[in-house]
């Protein structure tokens, strides 16, 4: 599976694998928000809302005991 990299108007687009890309936006860490409502005839049924932050770890911030 790949991607496409739109880097700009004037610059050609690049195709990139689906684990690169992936790799890329753990490296720099990645938030997802959202909130979804359902609601009928105007009155709130159930309301849900998502706040994730996801990031790679890094050997440096582990504690020395659990470092492999």
Do not use: F, K, R, Y
């Given at each position: 599976m790949t991607a496409v990299?739109?880097?700009g108007r004037d610059?050609?687009?690049q195709r990139?694998?689906?684990?690169?890309?992936?790799d890329r936006l753990l490296a720099g860490g990645v938030v997802i928000t959202g909130?979804?409502?359902?609601?009928?005839a105007g009155v709130d049924l159930v309301e849900v809302s998502l706040r994730a932050l996801i990031t790679s770890v890094r050997d440096e911030l582990l504690p020395e005991e659990e470092r492999p």
């Open positions: 990299l739109d880097q610059a050609p687009m990139i694998a689906l684990v690169d890309l992936l909130d979804l409502v359902i609601s009928i």
